[in-house]
Structure formats: structure tokens, C-alpha cells
């Protein structure tokens, strides 16, 4: 095998030898733009994606980041003069080397709210520690995804002593420049960061802006539904009844459109109830709990004045009365308390409810009827084209849909005003004609190039070997000469087979030594012959 893998190797020398230069400068350009092509596909694939660190940044900051990251081995790219962008893989270990070096140095830090001087006042240092605080949610909010930037102005009342602290409020007031829109799930996810980031901050005293005044967050409408979150709401439960029609139809028909209209109760209403009942169906008033009786009688005979009158000293008018006055009294009192079942109950209507009775949904849908060309040609009627067939036949049926169908949609969807109409939609498939683009024959093109640069390559290499003209034509037995046995010698046999092999050795030696060109020639035809078989 390493015998072969020379010869063939010295072979391929030898021919390289031979060619002329323009053809060694031919086949070197074309092997060369092979290169430069595989190399200019690896570096393009290969280019890893990159993410932007920072942007809108100053000189300062610049250089800044830039010794650090340099320091780190970090590879980086300045963009517009203003945004570095770094390998994503290198993203968060740029971040840990630029926290740690608290690098760029150009935003308010911690260490500079609590450098003061000797003349710093007390409500000097708190402003600083306010404004620390509005930096830190600045950055915090910048850092979301959607947020390009964010200004935070907090308005914290001086806590003069801690009762009047705990009674006063703080409040906070956003504005946000968006990259895009964000959900308002988001955007209450800020306010309540921002309520659990300040002191005595609640969320009906934040106010949320974006870039072109719009209110994403006002604290004074927060838990209730404004016009908008109830289009929101209703959006959202149509968009259910959708799916799940969408979901139980679409085996059936190749096309659905479901128009729901669903109507939603916004009133907030809520009523609490007290009743009492008797315990027992047989008693009006209730199960006897306690009671108390009191009877009493009184009685009163006694001659004299008559009752309740003073006696006269002086001459008054006499009247006819009896000689005697007599009094009887009785009486009582009853006291009796009843127990009674009773029963508390408060109800509060969820607001939002879908009011299935008067709600509805429409429904169209289609099945298509398939029509090939490729398959309706040879069954045409006679003299009929293929585009005359299509205008008999656009026109769509009605489809009768079943009941079993509409009563499976009303349980679907809990709606009982339902309408549902299908048609039977022809759709046509025409023969598509054989057009080649230009973009489809340039893979062919380069196919096809590198092909005949192959084939090129190979015929060079296949160039017939030059005839050398020698003196006399020598052949391999013309080398050897026959030895005939001497009858007079008297060596045996093996000696003489010895003395032949030395011999042709010496003239097959010397032969090479003479005429190296020709044995050359001899060489490579033989070679020839060897790769034709």
C-alpha cells in the first residue's frame, strides 16, 4: 500500500512538473476561489449573534467600559458612537465585570448619596437618598424589556415624627418611553414595584405616562373596570367562545368564521339578607326561649271622704254621694321571648357575568370541493376547456348541517341564539406550467461550474504522455538475454542461474546509468497501462 501510495504520489509530481505555467496558474486560481468561497460560508454561518450592553452613552461612560471590558478579554463593537454591543455569550459576564467595577461611573450611586460634608443638612441628605431612590427605579425599569427609558420623580413627605409619618402619603409620577407596547398586566406590575419600593406609597397615589401622554396607570381608577378594561373583558370572552368552537368544527369543515356577540352585565349590585323562620312548621310564634308572668290584685273599703280629696274646713256645696267608698283591682303581666331560625346572607353580583340568555354567535362555514386539473382534464366534456369548466361550476352550495352538529355547538358554547349557515365552496387547482426563474437555475449554474472545473482539473491530469524518441526501441526482454546452456561448462545448474541474475543486474544497472530518459519513457508507459486496464 505505501509502495503504491509513492508511485502514484511521484506520478502526480511528476505531471504537476510538466504543466505549463498558465495551466498551473489556471488550476491554482480556480482551487483558490474554492477556498475563498468555503471560507467566506464558514465565517458567515459561524459569526456569532450579538446583544447591545449598553446605548445612548457618552464619551466618559465609552472609555470607561472600554478599559474594563479590555481588561477582561471581552470582545466588543461600538455602534453609532453611542451603543456597545458585545457577543451574546459574553453578555452576562460583561455585566458582573461592569457591576463590579461599578463602571459606568456617570449614574448617581449609593456612595454618593452618603458623601457629605460637614455643611450638609439633615434634609440635604434625604433629598440625596430620595433621589437615589429615583435613580435606582429608573434603571430598574430601563432594564425591562420594551422600556427604552424612564423618568421617576418621588414626592416623599418629611417624616417630622413617626405618627404624622405613618398618616402621610407618598406619591410617585412615571413617564416611559416604549419600544413597543406593553400589556397592562405590566404595567401594574410597575406600579406595585414602585408602591413596594417607596415608603407609605399607595397605589391609587401613582400615575404611570408613556412618551405621547398617554395614561398607561392612573392610582384613582385602579380596581375598577373603565371603558376600555371592559372591551377588554368582552374581547377576551368572545375570544374563548372562538376557540372552542374553532376547536370542535374544524374537523369537520376546512373553513370556520364564528362572529360571537356576547353580551356582558357591568351594573355592580349587592344586597344583604336577614330572615327568620320558625323552627317547627306546627308553631307560629317560634320555640319558646324564656317567659314571666305577673299577676296582681288590689282592694280598697274605707268610710269617710271620698277618695283622693282632701276634707273641706271651710263651707263648701254638699253633694250626693254614698256613705261608703270601695275600690277592687286586679291585674297581671306576661312576658315571653321566641326563638327563631335566622339567617344571614349577603350577595355580590360578579361583574362581567355574560348574560348567556340574551347573548349570541353566527357561524359560516365552508368545505371545499377540490377540482385538479391534472385530474378533471381527460374527464372534460367535449369542446369544454378547462376554463370554461371553472366558470360552470364557481357558484357555492348551501350544505344542510345537522342537528346533531347545532346542538353540539349550543353546548359548546352555552349559547342558546345560534346561527349556523355552510356552504360547499369549489376550489380549483390549476396545472402549474413549467417556468424557471433565475434564481432557480443560478444552484444549477454553480453546480455546473464547479463540475466543469473538476472535469478540467482531471483532463489536465489525464494530458497523453510525450513520445521520447531513442535510438533503438528497447523492450524489457531485449534486457535479459537468453541463456543457453553451455555444454562444455561442467557448473551445475544452480550456479548457472546465479551467474544470469548478476549479469541482467549489471546491465539493467548500467543501462539506467546511460540512459535514464528512456527508462523513464518505459516507466511511464507502463504506467498507462496499467491505470487503462
Known amino acids: 500500500m505505501r509502495e503504491t501510495i509513492t508511485q502514484v504520489s511521484n506520478n ?24 475563498v468561497a468555503v471560507v467566506a460560508a464558514v465565517v458567515i454561518f459561524s459569526k456569532p449573534e450579538t446583544a447591545i450592553l449598553y446605548q445612548n452613552l457618552d464619551m466618559e461612560a465609552i472609555s470607561q467600559i472600554d478599559e474594563v471590558l479590555d481588561a477582561n478579554n471581552i470582545t466588543y463593537e461600538l455602534i453609532d458612537g453611542r451603543t456597545i454591543q458585545v457577543n451574546e455569550e459574553d453578555l452576562n459576564n460583561a455585566k458582573i465585570v461592569l457591576t463590579r467595577e461599578n463602571v459606568p461611573r456617570g449614574d448617581y450611586t449609593f456612595y454618593d448619596a452618603i458623601t457629605n460634608s460637614m455643611s450638609t443638612t439633615e434634609a440635604e441628605k434625604r433629598t440625596k437618598l430620595i433621589y437615589l431612590k429615583q435613580v435606582d427605579l429608573e434603571n430598574i425599569l430601563m432594564g425591562m424589556e420594551g422600556i427604552e427609558s424612564a423618568t421617576v420623580q418621588l414626592n416623599v413627605p418629611e417624616e417630622k415624627n413617626s405618627f404624622l409619618a405613618s398618616k402621610m402619603e ?18 401594574e406590575g410597575i406600579a406595585r414595584l414602585l408602591s413596594n419600593a417607596v415608603d407609605n406609597l399607595k397605589l391609587e397615589n401613582i400615575t404611570i405616562l408613556d412618551s405621547d401622554s398617554n395614561v398607561l396607570f392612573s392610582g384613582d381608577d385602579f380596581g375598577e373596570l373603565t371603558a376600555s378594561d371592559q372591551q377588554s373583558l368582552k374581547s377576551n370572552a368572545e375570544k374563548d367562545i372562538v376557540n372552542k368552537l374553532t376547536t370542535l368544527l374544524s374537523p369537520i369543515y376546512d373553513e370556520v368564521a364564528i362572529s360571537p356577540n356576547l353580551i356582558l352585565d357591568f351594573d355592580y349590585f349587592e344586597q344583604t339578607k336577614e330572615e327568620y323562620t320558625t323552627p317547627s312548621v306546627d308553631l307560629q310564634n ?6 314571666t308572668r305577673q299577676n296582681y290584685e288590689a282592694t280598697n273599703i274605707q268610710d269617710g271622704f271620698a277618695p283622693g280629696l282632701d276634707p273641706n274646713v271651710e263651707d263648701v256645696p254638699e253633694y250626693v254621694a254614698g256613705n261608703e267608698l270601695s275600690g277592687n283591682y286586679e291585674g297581671g303581666t306576661s312576658e315571653i321571648k321566641y326563638k327563631h331560625n335566622k339567617t344571614l346572607s349577603s350577595e355580590v ?11 349570541s354567535v353566527a357561524i359560516n362555514l365552508s368545505k371545499f370541493k377540490i377540482y385538479d386539473e391534472t385530474i378533471m382534464e381527460n374527464m372534460l366534456a367535449d369542446g369544454q376547456t378547462w376554463a370554461q369548466f371553472k366558470l360552470d361550476n364557481e357558484a357555492s352550495n348551501i350544505l344542510e348541517v345537522d342537528q346533531a352538529t347545532i346542538d353540539a355547538i349550543k353546548m ?13 365552496v369549489p376550489v380549483f387547482i390549476d396545472k402549474e406550467p413549467f417556468n424557471l426563474e433565475t434564481e432557480d ?16 482539473v482531471m483532463i489536465k491530469f489525464k494530458k497523453p504522455v510525450e513520445e521520447i524518441e531513442t535510438a533503438e526501441e528497447f523492450e524489457f526482454e531485449d534486457l ?11 557448473d551445475t545448474l544452480q550456479d548457472i ?5 548478476i549479469e541482467t543486474k549489471e546491465k539493467i544497472d548500467k543501462f539506467i546509468d546511460e540512459k535514464p530518459e528512456a527508462v523513464a519513457g518505459l516507466l511511464r508507459n507502463w504506467l498507462e497501462e496499467d491505470w487503462g486496464d
Do not use: C
Open 480 to 490: 535479459l538475454p537468453v541463456a543457453m546452456p553451455d555444454e562444455e561448462e561442467e
Open 170 to 187: 407618598s406619591s410617585a409620577s412615571v413617564v416611559l418611553t416604549l419600544h413597543r407596547q406593553i400589556s397592562n398586566n405590566q404595567i
Open 12 to 35: 502526480l509530481t511528476e505531471r504537476w512538473t510538466n504543466f505549463p505555467k498558465k495551466t498551473k496558474i489556471q488550476i491554482g486560481v480556480g482551487t483558490g476561489a474554492i477556498v
Open 349 to 359: 353580583k360578579n361583574i362581567g357575568t355574560i348574560d348567556y340568555a340574551n347573548s
Open 497 to 501: 542461474e546465479l551467474k544470469e541474475v
Open 286 to 291: 317560634g320555640l319558646v326561649d324564656e317567659e
Open 412 to 424: 359548546g358554547a352555552g349559547l342558546e341564539n345560534v346561527a349556523v349557515i355552510a356552504y360547499e
Open 441 to 456: 437555475v443560478i444552484p444549477y449554474l454553480l453546480l455546473l461550474a464547479l463540475g466543469a472545473i473538476i472535469v478540467v
